[in-house]
Nanobody, 123 residues
Framework: QVQLVESGGGLVQVGDSLRLSCAASGRTLSPYTMGWFRQAPGKEREFVAAVTWTTGSTVYADSVKGRFTISRDNAKNTVYLQMNSLKPEDTAVYYC????????????????WGQGTQVTVSS
C-alpha cells in the first residue's frame, strides 16, 4: 500500500505563506495522480489541487488559482503545496491523497490518504 505523511501546517496571519509537504512511500508511485484536499470544521472535504508524478501536469480548484502551487520532487517521493496570500477561509485540515491514473476532484475516488495537517489563518 501507499503511505502518505503530511507536514508543514501551522498558525499564520492573513497574507502569509506556508509550504505543505506530503512524503510518499510504498509501491511504485509513477502511475498515480497526487491530490491535495482540505476540510474545514462542519464542512465537506473539498478538492484543492492535483499533480501527476510522470509529467508534473497540474489542476487547481478555482478558489486557489493564482495563490497556491502544487509540485512534486520525484527523487524525494514528495509532493508540495505552496500556499501564498493566505485567507481566513483557507483554514482547514489539509490532506494529501493518491489515486491510480487520471485526476479527479471526487474525494471518494482516491485510494490512499495521509493523516492531515492543520492550517489556521488568523484575521
Amino acid at each position: 500500500q501507499v503511505q502518505l505523511v503530511e507536514s508543514g501546517g501551522g498558525l499564520v496571519q492573513v497574507g502569509d505563506s506556508l509550504r505543505l509537504s506530503c512524503a510518499a512511500s510504498g509501491r511504485t508511485l509513477s502511475p498515480y495522480t497526487m491530490g491535495w484536499f482540505r476540510q474545514a470544521p462542519g464542512k465537506e472535504r473539498e478538492f484543492v489541487a492535483a499533480v501527476t508524478w510522470t509529467t508534473g501536469s497540474t489542476v487547481y480548484a478555482d478558489s486557489v488559482k493564482g495563490r497556491f502551487t502544487i509540485s512534486r520532487d520525484n527523487a524525494k517521493n514528495t509532493v508540495y503545496l505552496q500556499m501564498n496570500s493566505l485567507k481566513p477561509e483557507d483554514t482547514a485540515v489539509y490532506y494529501c491523497a493518491a489515486r491510480l491514473y487520471r485526476w479527479s476532484s471526487d474525494t471518494s475516488l482516491y485510494d490512499f490518504w495521509g493523516q492531515g495537517t492543520q492550517v489556521t489563518v488568523s484575521s
